[in-house]
């Protein structure tokens, strides 16, 4: 026997759309994040124009860092890493050098595209630091970012700082206007006690007497000048510390660049000047001023390196497409990556 009854579905249905226009309610949604991210990214130019750096907190969120975290915990395991090298290890500071050991440098790095198997959340990441500094870089009333036209950047170098008081001492990225504008750095470094672990990056903005200290904190991205205005450095880490690490060009600068090293290369018959233009030895250091520390509440962590690998400038992505920033091997010589 079959009976019917009238089933109250009024408790079903929990959750009510809210507004009841699903379109106006997703509409508003993302006025709500385009909102958020014009003012992260004019927070950006801001800092920038004042400061010479700025610090973001929270970039990706914990899950999206967890899972950048590991990849690259993942390809450090499988022994994919190399030393972070110089063209140069010339010693500019002997005062470092007894305090801290003889090596310049003692991170481990890996440099990634991101279509590499196993490194799809990596290019993620860059995808997104790509949209940022197009956005600064394009918007009205942005400062000395308006000065240049960012349309390329290098690959990502993933770089791991061991512990045992492996630092990097103070450099210039770009001293040597060699394209880089600008230096940003992601960290993965959960639950970071620099008073415990040390590891802070330390940049002194020129000139000026004071400091920015720094902390590797996991989701933090920083970004500040390549070039003689931030000579910066990675105190000694006493707990594995992992960076991701890309540099902007400008086009004019690096255009001038490749210039001047094509014009030294016929004059000198080999492809030494080429090869010093993507490895600039960026390990300059300036005289230590007396400084009074003001430690700021932010990200970032050290410089670049170099492998011997072939290498061309990556495109740099929006999120909505690829800008036009693929450098042909015709135009950019196959030549090994930067290094700092």
């Known amino acids: 026997m079959i009976t019917s009854t009238t089933a109250d579905y009024t408790n079903f249905f929990k959750h009510s759309a809210h507004p009841a226009n699903a379109e106006q309610y997703f509409r508003e949604l993302l006025d709500k994040r385009e909102r958020r991210y014009e003012d992260l990214c004019r927070n950006i130019i801001n800092d920038m124009n004042q400061y010479g750096l700025s610090v973001v907190d929270d970039f990706l969120g914990t899950d999206k860092g967890l899972k950048i975290l590991n990849e690259v915990r993942s390809m450090y395991n ?25 090596k310049i440098r003692g991170d481990k790095i890996k440099w990634v595209g991101g279509n590499e198997p196993g490194c799809t959340n990596v290019w993620y990441l860059t995808n997104q630091i790509d949209s940022v500094v197009y956005r600064v870089n394009t918007m009205k009333d942005n400062g000395i970012l308006g000065n240049y036209h960012i349309r390329e950047r ?7 700082y061991p512990g045992s008081g492996t630092h990097y001492i103070m450099h210039v990225d770009n001293p040597n206007k060699d394209g880089r504008v600008i230096t940003a750095i992601y960290y993965l470094n959960i639950n970071w006690n620099a008073s415990e ?7 002194r903005p020129t000139p000026g007497t004071t400091v920015a200290d720094i902390e590797p904190k996991f989701d933090r991205l920083i970004f500040f000048w390549s070039d ?19 540099w902007y060009f400008d086009a004019k600068e690096r255009e001038e660049a490749l210039n001047r090293a094509k014009l030294e290369n016929s004059k000198t018959n080999n492809a030494n000047s080429i090869a010093q233009l993507a490895e600039p030895d960026s390990t300059t250091t300036p005289a230590s001023p007396t400084v009074a520390s003001a430690s700021a509440s932010a990200t970032a962590s050290a410089s670049s390196c170099s492998t011997n690998k072939s290498f061309t400038p990556a495109s740099m992505t929006t999120g909505t497409g690829a800008l036009n920033a693929n450098v042909a091997s015709s135009s950019c010589p196959a030549s090994n990556e930067i290094c700092t």
């Open 78 to 102: 499988a022994g994919a890493f190399q030393d972070g090298q110089l063209v140069h290890n010339m010693r500019t500071d002997a005062q470092s050098s007894k305090v801290r050991g003889d």
């Open 154 to 160: 290098t690959r990502a170098m993933v770089a791991c």
């Open 197 to 203: 672990s040390g590891g802070i990056l330390r940049i």
């Open 228 to 246: 003689i205005r931030n000579p910066h450095e990675v105190q000694p880490a006493h707990r594995t510390r992992y960076a991701i690490t890309v």
